[in-house]
Protein backbone atom coordinates (compact mmCIF):
# COMPACT_ATOMS: atom_id res chain seq x y z
CA UNK A 1 0.00 0.00 0.00
CA UNK A 2 1.55 3.31 -0.91
CA UNK A 3 1.64 5.66 2.17
CA UNK A 4 0.08 8.98 0.79
CA UNK A 5 2.58 11.54 -0.03
CA UNK A 6 2.73 15.42 -1.23
CA UNK A 7 3.78 15.10 -5.18
CA UNK A 8 6.86 16.98 -6.68
CA UNK A 9 4.80 19.94 -8.28
CA UNK A 10 2.94 19.87 -4.92
CA UNK A 11 6.33 20.57 -2.73
CA UNK A 12 7.11 23.19 -5.64
CA UNK A 13 4.23 24.38 -4.98
CA UNK A 14 4.64 24.91 -1.26
CA UNK A 15 8.17 26.62 -1.51
CA UNK A 16 6.68 28.97 -4.43
CA UNK A 17 3.35 30.09 -2.47
CA UNK A 18 3.82 29.40 1.13
CA UNK A 19 0.67 26.97 1.06
CA UNK A 20 -0.80 24.17 -1.22
CA UNK A 21 -4.22 22.79 -1.36
CA UNK A 22 -4.90 18.87 -1.04
CA UNK A 23 -7.86 17.69 -2.47
CA UNK A 24 -9.99 14.99 -0.71
CA UNK A 25 -7.70 13.44 1.88
CA UNK A 26 -10.29 13.98 4.85
CA UNK A 27 -12.41 11.05 4.84
CA UNK A 28 -15.88 11.53 4.57
CA UNK A 29 -16.65 10.05 7.37
CA UNK A 30 -14.55 11.66 9.46
CA UNK A 31 -15.90 15.24 8.27
CA UNK A 32 -19.30 14.08 9.52
CA UNK A 33 -18.49 13.50 12.65
CA UNK A 34 -17.08 16.38 12.75
CA UNK A 35 -20.14 18.51 11.86
CA UNK A 36 -22.48 16.16 13.35
CA UNK A 37 -20.13 17.03 17.06
CA UNK A 38 -20.36 21.50 16.05
CA UNK A 39 -24.22 20.31 15.37
CA UNK A 40 -24.70 18.64 19.11
CA UNK A 41 -22.32 21.34 20.79
CA UNK A 42 -24.29 23.39 23.97
CA UNK A 43 -23.58 27.04 24.11
CA UNK A 44 -20.15 27.81 24.74
CA UNK A 45 -18.85 24.71 24.78
CA UNK A 46 -14.92 23.98 23.57
CA UNK A 47 -14.74 21.16 21.50
CA UNK A 48 -11.04 22.11 20.81
CA UNK A 49 -10.04 18.66 22.09
CA UNK A 50 -13.04 16.87 20.79
CA UNK A 51 -11.46 13.76 18.88
CA UNK A 52 -14.15 13.93 16.57
CA UNK A 53 -12.24 17.44 15.74
CA UNK A 54 -8.74 16.04 16.23
CA UNK A 55 -9.15 12.62 13.85
CA UNK A 56 -9.23 15.23 11.15
CA UNK A 57 -5.68 15.02 11.14
CA UNK A 58 -5.13 12.44 13.90
CA UNK A 59 -6.94 9.34 11.66
CA UNK A 60 -7.27 10.93 8.32
CA UNK A 61 -4.05 11.43 5.38
CA UNK A 62 -2.57 14.67 6.58
CA UNK A 63 -0.36 12.86 8.72
CA UNK A 64 1.54 10.66 7.03
CA UNK A 65 1.47 13.41 3.79
CA UNK A 66 3.20 15.93 6.84
CA UNK A 67 5.60 12.83 7.77
CA UNK A 68 7.06 12.60 4.48
CA UNK A 69 7.09 16.30 3.92
CA UNK A 70 7.99 17.98 6.99
CA UNK A 71 8.93 15.29 9.70
CA UNK A 72 7.77 13.79 13.22
CA UNK A 73 5.02 16.26 15.20
CA UNK A 74 3.25 15.34 18.13
CA UNK A 75 -0.40 14.07 17.23
CA UNK A 76 -2.48 17.52 17.85
CA UNK A 77 -4.55 16.99 21.35
CA UNK A 78 -6.50 20.05 20.71
CA UNK A 79 -7.59 22.71 17.32
CA UNK A 80 -9.08 25.82 17.33
CA UNK A 81 -12.83 25.26 15.81
CA UNK A 82 -13.09 28.37 13.22
CA UNK A 83 -16.48 28.66 12.99
CA UNK A 84 -17.97 32.25 11.39
CA UNK A 85 -21.70 32.84 11.21
CA UNK A 86 -22.79 35.13 8.05
CA UNK A 87 -22.74 38.51 8.40
CA UNK A 88 -22.51 41.97 6.73
CA UNK A 89 -20.33 44.73 7.01
CA UNK A 90 -20.64 46.37 10.06
CA UNK A 91 -19.47 49.96 12.16
CA UNK A 92 -17.11 48.45 14.71
CA UNK A 93 -13.72 49.22 14.96
CA UNK A 94 -10.97 46.32 14.10
CA UNK A 95 -8.05 45.72 15.58
CA UNK A 96 -6.17 47.41 12.40
CA UNK A 97 -8.02 50.41 13.81
CA UNK A 98 -10.54 50.49 10.80
CA UNK A 99 -14.18 50.00 11.15
CA UNK A 100 -14.98 46.53 9.22
CA UNK A 101 -17.36 47.79 6.49
CA UNK A 102 -14.19 50.27 4.98
CA UNK A 103 -11.72 47.22 5.20
CA UNK A 104 -11.34 45.62 1.60
CA UNK A 105 -11.40 41.89 0.57
CA UNK A 106 -14.30 40.87 3.39
CA UNK A 107 -12.53 42.19 6.20
CA UNK A 108 -8.96 40.98 5.66
CA UNK A 109 -6.78 41.64 8.13
CA UNK A 110 -3.68 40.02 7.36
CA UNK A 111 -1.02 38.72 10.16
CA UNK A 112 1.27 36.78 11.42
CA UNK A 113 0.51 34.35 14.00
CA UNK A 114 1.86 34.60 17.34
CA UNK A 115 1.31 38.23 17.97
CA UNK A 116 -0.75 39.45 20.96
CA UNK A 117 -4.21 41.14 20.78
CA UNK A 118 -5.80 43.20 22.62
CA UNK A 119 -9.81 43.61 22.44
CA UNK A 120 -10.02 46.97 20.23
CA UNK A 121 -11.59 49.76 21.82
CA UNK A 122 -14.54 50.95 19.80
CA UNK A 123 -13.39 54.80 20.37
CA UNK A 124 -10.57 57.42 18.73
CA UNK A 125 -7.70 57.28 21.46
CA UNK A 126 -6.53 60.47 22.62
CA UNK A 127 -2.76 61.33 23.73
CA UNK A 128 1.00 60.29 23.00
CA UNK A 129 1.80 57.30 21.23
CA UNK A 130 3.33 55.99 24.51
CA UNK A 131 0.16 56.87 26.48
CA UNK A 132 -2.16 55.17 24.17
CA UNK A 133 0.58 52.42 24.19
CA UNK A 134 0.48 52.23 27.93
CA UNK A 135 -3.37 52.06 27.85
CA UNK A 136 -4.04 49.78 25.63
CA UNK A 137 -2.07 47.14 26.79
CA UNK A 138 -2.96 47.65 30.47
CA UNK A 139 -6.31 47.08 29.48
CA UNK A 140 -5.27 42.74 29.12
CA UNK A 141 -6.48 40.08 30.70
CA UNK A 142 -3.68 40.73 33.56
CA UNK A 143 -4.20 44.43 33.74
CA UNK A 144 -1.39 47.34 33.88
CA UNK A 145 2.07 45.52 34.59
CA UNK A 146 3.96 48.04 31.93
CA UNK A 147 5.82 47.08 29.16
CA UNK A 148 6.68 43.24 30.20
CA UNK A 149 7.11 39.96 28.75
CA UNK A 150 4.26 39.31 31.56
CA UNK A 151 1.81 41.08 29.82
CA UNK A 152 -0.87 38.74 28.18
CA UNK A 153 -3.15 39.35 25.63
CA UNK A 154 -7.15 38.68 25.12
CA UNK A 155 -5.83 35.54 23.23
CA UNK A 156 -3.99 34.59 25.92
CA UNK A 157 -0.45 35.29 23.91
CA UNK A 158 2.38 36.97 25.54
CA UNK A 159 3.73 40.59 24.68
CA UNK A 160 7.01 39.02 24.13
CA UNK A 161 7.82 35.50 24.24
CA UNK A 162 11.22 35.47 25.99
CA UNK A 163 12.43 37.43 29.29
CA UNK A 164 14.77 39.73 27.90
CA UNK A 165 11.80 40.77 24.86
CA UNK A 166 13.67 40.21 22.47
CA UNK A 167 10.71 37.82 20.49
CA UNK A 168 7.57 39.37 20.19
CA UNK A 169 6.15 36.53 17.99
CA UNK A 170 5.55 32.86 18.58
CA UNK A 171 6.45 30.38 16.46
CA UNK A 172 5.83 26.54 14.91
CA UNK A 173 6.36 25.09 11.41
CA UNK A 174 2.83 24.35 9.83
CA UNK A 175 -0.92 25.33 9.92
CA UNK A 176 -3.27 22.60 8.50
CA UNK A 177 -6.62 23.99 7.63
CA UNK A 178 -9.63 21.81 7.24
CA UNK A 179 -13.14 22.83 5.73
CA UNK A 180 -16.15 21.10 7.40
CA UNK A 181 -18.47 23.15 4.62
CA UNK A 182 -18.56 24.27 0.96
CA UNK A 183 -15.60 27.13 0.63
CA UNK A 184 -15.60 27.42 -3.14
CA UNK A 185 -16.59 30.70 -3.77
CA UNK A 186 -15.21 33.84 -2.66
CA UNK A 187 -16.87 35.75 0.59
CA UNK A 188 -17.83 32.59 2.49
CA UNK A 189 -15.45 33.24 5.37
CA UNK A 190 -12.79 31.47 3.95
CA UNK A 191 -9.16 31.94 5.17
CA UNK A 192 -7.33 34.15 2.98
CA UNK A 193 -3.08 34.42 2.19
CA UNK A 194 -0.98 36.65 0.43
CA UNK A 195 1.12 34.04 -1.62
CA UNK A 196 4.89 34.04 -1.85
CA UNK A 197 5.04 36.45 1.18
CA UNK A 198 6.45 33.53 3.18
CA UNK A 199 9.89 34.29 1.45
CA UNK A 200 9.39 38.50 2.30
CA UNK A 201 8.71 37.66 5.87
CA UNK A 202 12.27 35.31 6.25
CA UNK A 203 13.96 37.98 4.50
CA UNK A 204 12.49 40.52 7.03
CA UNK A 205 13.18 38.53 10.32
CA UNK A 206 16.85 37.57 8.60
CA UNK A 207 17.07 41.58 8.45
CA UNK A 208 16.09 42.38 11.73
CA UNK A 209 18.47 39.91 13.39
CA UNK A 210 21.17 40.91 11.93
CA UNK A 211 20.22 44.89 13.11
CA UNK A 212 19.63 43.72 16.58
CA UNK A 213 18.81 40.40 17.17
CA UNK A 214 14.79 41.58 17.71
CA UNK A 215 12.33 39.54 16.06
CA UNK A 216 8.80 40.36 15.75
CA UNK A 217 7.04 43.22 16.61
CA UNK A 218 9.05 46.15 18.65
CA UNK A 219 11.34 44.78 16.54
CA UNK A 220 13.63 47.14 13.72
CA UNK A 221 11.29 48.33 11.49
CA UNK A 222 8.12 46.76 12.99
CA UNK A 223 6.72 49.19 15.56
CA UNK A 224 3.52 47.39 17.58
CA UNK A 225 0.46 50.03 16.46
CA UNK A 226 -0.27 52.48 14.22
CA UNK A 227 -1.16 55.61 15.67
CA UNK A 228 -2.13 56.74 11.79
CA UNK A 229 -5.15 55.24 11.86
CA UNK A 230 -8.92 56.30 12.06
CA UNK A 231 -8.60 55.06 16.12
CA UNK A 232 -5.15 56.21 16.35
CA UNK A 233 -4.40 52.71 17.99
CA UNK A 234 -4.39 49.74 15.37
CA UNK A 235 -2.23 46.77 15.73
CA UNK A 236 0.11 46.49 13.07
CA UNK A 237 -0.44 42.82 12.10
CA UNK A 238 2.36 42.62 9.24
CA UNK A 239 5.03 45.25 8.71
CA UNK A 240 4.70 47.57 6.72
CA UNK A 241 8.15 47.16 4.58
CA UNK A 242 6.63 43.37 3.82
CA UNK A 243 3.20 44.87 2.76
CA UNK A 244 4.12 47.35 0.33
CA UNK A 245 6.20 44.29 -1.61
CA UNK A 246 2.39 43.15 -2.26
CA UNK A 247 1.45 46.23 -3.56
CA UNK A 248 0.11 46.23 -7.78
CA UNK A 249 -2.39 48.00 -9.51
CA UNK A 250 -5.36 45.78 -8.16
CA UNK A 251 -4.88 46.82 -4.49
CA UNK A 252 -7.82 48.28 -3.15
CA UNK A 253 -8.04 51.04 -0.65
CA UNK A 254 -9.79 52.14 3.19
CA UNK A 255 -11.51 55.97 3.03
CA UNK A 256 -8.03 57.39 4.41
CA UNK A 257 -6.62 56.15 1.20
CA UNK A 258 -4.12 53.55 2.42
CA UNK A 259 -3.95 50.90 -0.10
CA UNK A 260 -3.76 47.23 1.09
CA UNK A 261 -2.40 44.28 -0.44
CA UNK A 262 -4.66 41.71 -2.03
CA UNK A 263 -4.87 38.07 -0.60
CA UNK A 264 -5.75 35.19 -2.29
CA UNK A 265 -9.44 33.49 -1.09
CA UNK A 266 -8.56 29.66 -0.33
CA UNK A 267 -11.12 28.08 -1.94
CA UNK A 268 -11.87 24.05 -0.51
CA UNK A 269 -14.65 21.24 -0.52
CA UNK A 270 -15.09 19.15 2.59
CA UNK A 271 -12.64 16.80 2.49
CA UNK A 272 -9.76 19.08 1.50
CA UNK A 273 -7.04 20.17 3.31
CA UNK A 274 -4.35 23.25 2.66
CA UNK A 275 -1.51 23.05 4.39
CA UNK A 276 0.37 26.60 5.03
CA UNK A 277 4.02 27.41 6.09
CA UNK A 278 3.90 29.56 9.34
CA UNK A 279 5.44 32.53 8.04
CA UNK A 280 2.60 33.18 5.24
CA UNK A 281 0.39 36.44 6.61
CA UNK A 282 -3.15 35.20 6.59
CA UNK A 283 -6.37 36.46 7.60
CA UNK A 284 -10.16 34.71 8.35
CA UNK A 285 -12.42 36.77 5.89
CA UNK A 286 -16.37 37.43 6.56
CA UNK A 287 -18.74 35.23 6.11
CA UNK A 288 -20.38 37.78 3.40
CA UNK A 289 -22.21 34.94 0.46
CA UNK A 290 -22.23 31.81 2.87
CA UNK A 291 -25.30 30.00 3.09
CA UNK A 292 -24.02 28.37 6.27
CA UNK A 293 -21.32 29.35 9.20
CA UNK A 294 -18.16 28.64 7.67
CA UNK A 295 -16.36 25.68 9.62
CA UNK A 296 -12.33 25.51 8.93
CA UNK A 297 -10.97 23.22 11.81
CA UNK A 298 -7.77 25.00 12.06
CA UNK A 299 -4.05 23.05 13.23
CA UNK A 300 -1.08 24.52 14.53
CA UNK A 301 1.66 22.29 14.11
CA UNK A 302 5.58 22.28 15.02
CA UNK A 303 8.35 19.75 14.15
CA UNK A 304 9.51 17.78 17.09
CA UNK A 305 13.19 18.55 16.44
CA UNK A 306 12.84 21.91 17.96
CA UNK A 307 12.12 21.03 21.11
CA UNK A 308 12.18 17.28 21.02
CA UNK A 309 11.21 16.93 25.09
CA UNK A 310 7.90 19.24 25.13
CA UNK A 311 4.32 18.27 23.68
CA UNK A 312 2.69 20.87 21.75
CA UNK A 313 -1.11 20.59 21.45
CA UNK A 314 -1.82 21.44 18.02
CA UNK A 315 -3.60 25.21 18.72
CA UNK A 316 -1.21 27.03 20.52
CA UNK A 317 0.99 30.03 18.44
CA UNK A 318 3.11 30.21 21.27
CA UNK A 319 4.08 26.64 22.20
CA UNK A 320 7.79 28.04 24.02
CA UNK A 321 5.52 29.28 26.67
CA UNK A 322 2.55 27.61 27.99
CA UNK A 323 -0.79 27.74 26.48
CA UNK A 324 -1.78 30.56 28.87
CA UNK A 325 1.79 32.50 29.48
CA UNK A 326 3.09 29.99 31.90
CA UNK A 327 7.44 29.99 31.82
CA UNK A 328 8.23 26.64 30.66
CA UNK A 329 11.22 25.07 32.09
CA UNK A 330 14.49 23.65 29.65
CA UNK A 331 17.37 22.35 30.12
CA UNK A 332 20.86 23.92 30.75
CA UNK A 333 22.03 25.07 27.11
CA UNK A 334 18.57 25.09 25.62
CA UNK A 335 17.82 28.46 24.70
CA UNK A 336 14.08 28.00 23.09
CA UNK A 337 13.81 31.67 22.07
CA UNK A 338 17.21 31.11 19.99
CA UNK A 339 16.12 28.34 18.70
CA UNK A 340 12.97 30.02 17.39
CA UNK A 341 14.53 32.82 16.00
CA UNK A 342 16.71 30.44 14.37
CA UNK A 343 13.44 28.51 12.77
CA UNK A 344 12.02 31.95 12.12
CA UNK A 345 14.94 33.11 9.80
CA UNK A 346 15.31 29.37 8.04
CA UNK A 347 11.76 28.64 7.62
CA UNK A 348 12.88 24.83 5.43
CA UNK A 349 14.94 23.60 8.10
CA UNK A 350 11.81 22.12 10.04
CA UNK A 351 10.32 20.76 6.39
CA UNK A 352 12.78 17.33 6.47
CA UNK A 353 11.13 16.08 3.36
CA UNK A 354 11.36 19.23 1.29
CA UNK A 355 15.05 19.72 1.24
CA UNK A 356 15.64 18.13 -2.75
CA UNK A 357 12.77 20.71 -3.91
CA UNK A 358 14.46 23.50 -1.44
CA UNK A 359 17.69 23.03 -2.90
CA UNK A 360 16.61 22.57 -6.38
CA UNK A 361 14.51 26.00 -6.40
CA UNK A 362 17.25 28.18 -4.41
CA UNK A 363 20.03 26.72 -7.64
CA UNK A 364 17.51 28.39 -10.04
CA UNK A 365 17.00 31.31 -8.16
CA UNK A 366 20.64 31.99 -7.99
CA UNK A 367 20.97 31.16 -11.90
CA UNK A 368 18.42 34.16 -12.78
CA UNK A 369 19.44 36.50 -10.22
Known sequence: MTTPAMTLDQKRDLYRDGYIILKNVVADELVGAARARIKRAQKGENLGRDPAMTDLVNASSITPILHEAMGYFDPPLACQVGVI?????????????????????????IHMDGNITIAAPQE???????????????????GDLGRSPEVMGHNM????????????????????????????????????????AHHAMQRFFRWQRSVNDCLGPEGPGWPRLDHEVPKRCGMIYLPKPVQEQFLDDTAESTPDG??????????MSPGDACITMYHIPHSGTRNEHGAESRKNIIFRIRNKKRQP?????????????????????FEEGNNPWER???????????????????ADEQAKERAAA
Not at 86 to 104: A, E, I, Q, V, W
Not at 309 to 324: A, C, Y
Request: proline share 10%; hydrophobic share 30%; with cysteine.
Open 340 to 358: SKDAMCDMWDEWEGMREVV
Open 157 to 196: VPLFEDPDMTLGLGSFTAFVIVPLNDQTREGCGQTAVLPG
Open 124 to 142: PQEGTPEEIYARHFASGPK
Open 258 to 267: RRWPRPTQIL
Open 309 to 329: DKVVSGVTDHPDRGQMGEWLE
Open 85 to 109: KPSKPGTRFNNLGYRDCDMPYYGAG
